[in-house]
């Protein structure tokens, strides 16, 4: 009895130590998106849907979906645009980067995922193809189709 007794009061402590944590993780996520933020998303996205957003470092990532695509939008805190990453089907890729992928040793390989990355200085394309063994491997493009 006196054993039970113990081991009850031992894993009281801990759940107890549990609730804590999940409440101060709860107060961390309820943050409010700075106003700033909010208004550059707004005006650059205006159909975006502000669902699921986090921090990294002092920076804001905003996820969404729409027009059949998944976007990744980066803001400074001071509410500047960053960079968007957009992932696209293969076949939305320009004519230029589908004619270099297509002569380069990867072409017959299985298509994981295409990205586009928008920044303001310019936009390129990422083709990540999977061989065989299930190594991926990255391609960059520009808009030109030239392979960075």
Same mark, same amino acid.
């Given at each position: 009895?006196?054993?039970?007794?113990?081991?009850?009061?031992?894993?009281?402590?801990?759940?107890? &130590?549990?609730?804590?944590?999940?409440?101060? @993780?709860?107060?961390?996520? =309820? @943050? *409010?998106? *700075?106003?700033?933020?909010?208004? *550059?998303?707004? %005006?650059?996205?205006?159909?975006?849907?502000? &669902?699921?957003?986090?921090?990294?470092?002092? &920076?804001?990532?905003?996820?969404?979906?729409?027009?059949?695509?998944?976007? =990744?939008?980066?803001?400074?805190?001071?509410? %500047?645009?960053?960079?968007? !990453?957009?992932?696209?089907? !293969?076949?939305?890729?320009? =004519? *230029?980067?589908?004619?270099?992928?297509?002569?380069?040793?990867?072409?017959?390989?299985?298509? %994981?995922?295409?990205?586009?990355?928008?920044?303001?200085?310019?936009?390129?394309?990422?083709? !990540?193809?999977?061989?065989? =063994?299930?190594?991926?491997?990255?391609?960059? !493009?520009?808009?030109?189709?030239?392979?960075?």
């Amino acid at each position: 009895m006196k054993y039970s007794l113990i081991i009850f009061l031992i894993l009281l402590s801990f759940l107890v &130590n549990a609730q804590e944590n999940i409440t101060d @993780t709860i107060a961390t996520a =309820d @943050t *409010a998106i *700075a106003e700033n933020v909010l208004n *550059a998303f707004n %005006k650059k996205y205006p159909k975006g849907d502000l &669902n699921e957003w986090k921090m990294d470092g002092d &920076n804001y990532i905003i996820t969404f979906y729409s027009d059949n695509k998944w976007y =990744d939008v980066s803001f400074s805190n001071k509410g %500047k645009w960053l960079n968007t !990453y957009i992932i696209i089907d !293969y076949e939305r890729l320009p =004519d *230029a980067v589908v004619k270099s992928f297509e002569k380069t040793k990867f072409n017959d390989l299985e298509i %994981k995922k295409v990205v586009v990355m928008d920044n303001p200085d310019e936009k390129l394309y990422k083709i !990540y193809v999977v061989d065989y =063994d299930d190594n991926e491997t990255e391609l960059i !493009y520009t808009e030109e189709g030239k392979l960075l």
